[in-house]
């Protein structure tokens, strides 16, 4: 078998292969014997079967078979040891007729080259690292946060906007009276969070009320007619719920209030877990940190931004053949259509282009995704979903599970691959090129961010 290549323009070329019969007799008999072992052919017994007759029934498409695979595997073995760069795959340039007489083959295949992009990311390139400054406003509003969420529910004199109310709840007639009649809803034992009313109206009427005061609100207007909430809060069925539109009377009999933890030991091991923190200044110092990583995310995805956007900027204007491309994207995708691939291909190419620069920045910064790498970012979302719950100082080997359940799934690992080699891409850049850090406000971050946002929408 006899493989050239040549190059017949910028961004393609044809590799031709040469075949006779000597590349492919000995497998094509080989296989024909494996049949007549193997197969029950009509009027022979299992393993009886001359190989002339073999050769007249099944010849041509053994033949076939084998010619085609031997050649797409010289193909691609040809292709990794004279290192030729291809985007997509081999392309036939036309279909080859095999037959039982010609003995002798030539094919030929379309490649569209990989573009050389001499990718320099080292430290004559400069990009800036934009970090959100930590403001004392920001440290006393977390502050103020976390005391609440550690706080305690206890008995209170007035309803602030964070109460939660105990009480009767009684349907009034039309006049304003309590209704008496045999269809009344009325709760006795009832409870209501105004801070949760959906209609702000409603929740406002219970500001400041006491206990033995009472409160006529619209439950329906209070839920915005959300069936499921009505029934929770007048102990009816869902499916009566939707028609119960008529004002109550809540007649307050105990007010729950959030009361605030105060800064001591407890506070500090609730928030840091115990033992970490152990004085004011150190638990003020490490709610700094924890804002300063909760905002660290936005500066790393504004660094990739613009990352991404100064090497599409430098080298998108690369050397490509469309008329290939769009004949792979055929082959890639069956259901994609010459018509579609036509109109939407302005669409397509920013995406196959970024595919060539980022790949070849990870080969040239040596960017490997190990199992590890993936663990670690399967913890990360552990910690993330059990944080929505109020879980927040969960064990290590708690964390450590979930995340290897996830990684279970071979959809969801696929994923987090995706996103680690991203991850890490961007990271390997940071640490070659020269990082300008820049500390600005919270304001000028988002001006930023919009910015980049705006920019890519543009693209």
Excluded at 83 to 105: F, H, S
């Amino acid at each position: 078998m006899n493989i050239t290549f040549e190059k017949t323009g910028d961004a393609r070329g044809i590799i031709t292969v040469a075949v006779t019969e000597e590349d492919y007799a000995a497998k094509v008999t080989d296989k024909l014997k494996e049949i007549g072992k193997t197969h029950q052919i009509p009027g022979f017994r299992k393993g009886h079967i001359a190989l002339p007759q073999l050769r007249q029934r099944f010849g041509r498409d053994v033949k076939s078979d084998v010619i085609n695979h031997e050649v797409i595997e010289a193909v691609f073995e040809y292709i990794k040891k004279e290192q030729i760069k291809v985007l997509g795959q081999p392309l036939p340039q036309a279909p080859v007729e095999i037959d039982n007489k010609t003995t002798d083959y030539t094919f030929t295949y379309d490649v569209a080259l990989w573009p050389a992009l001499d990718i320099v990311l080292d430290k004559t390139v400069t990009l800036p690292f934009y970090q959100i400054e930590v403001t004392d406003e920001m440290v006393a509003e977390q502050d103020k946060n976390l005391c609440e969420r550690f706080g305690a529910q206890v008995p209170g004199e007035e309803a602030d906007d964070k109460a939660v109310i105990k009480g009767s709840i009684m349907e009034l007639n039309a006049d304003g009276t309590v209704k008496e009649s045999e269809d009344a809803i009325q709760v006795v034992s009832g409870i209501v969070a105004p801070f949760l009313f959906k209609d702000h109206d409603e929740a406002a009427k219970f500001l400041g009320k006491h206990v033995n005061d009472k409160v006529v609100f619209n439950p329906f207007k209070a839920a915005e007619g959300n069936a499921a909430e009505l029934a929770s809060m007048l102990n009816i069925e869902k499916d009566a719920a939707a028609e119960v539109k008529a004002d109550f009377e809540f007649a307050i009999s105990e007010i729950i209030v959030l009361k605030p933890a105060e800064h001591g030991q407890d506070l500090y091991d609730d928030v840091f877990g115990k033992d970490k923190v152990h004085t004011e200044e150190e638990y003020l110092q490490g709610v700094r940190n924890m804002i300063a990583g909760q905002l660290a995310p936005n500066s790393f995805q504004l660094f990739n931004a613009q990352a991404h956007k100064y090497l599409i900027d430098k080298y998108s204007d690369m050397k490509l053949d469309d008329e290939l491309l769009k004949r792979w994207l055929l082959v890639a995708d069956q259901n994609l259509t010459p018509e579609s691939v036509e109109a939407d291909y302005d669409n397509i190419l920013p995406g196959i282009k970024w595919e060539i620069i980022s790949s070849d920045v990870t080969d040239k910064l040596g960017v490997k995704v190990e199992e590890e790498d993936l663990l670690g970012r399967a913890k990360a979302i552990a910690h993330q979903q059990m944080m929505q719950y109020g879980m927040y100082n969960m064990d290590e080997e708690t964390v450590t599970d979930m995340a290897r359940r996830l990684l279970n799934d071979s959809s969801l690992r696929r994923q987090i691959a995706g996103q680690v080699e991203e991850f890490k891409m961007f990271d390997a850049i940071r640490n070659a090129i020269t990082i300008e850090e820049k500390t600005v406000s919270l304001d000028e971050f988002r001006k930023l961010a919009q910015g980049e946002e705006q920019a890519e929408a543009a693209e």
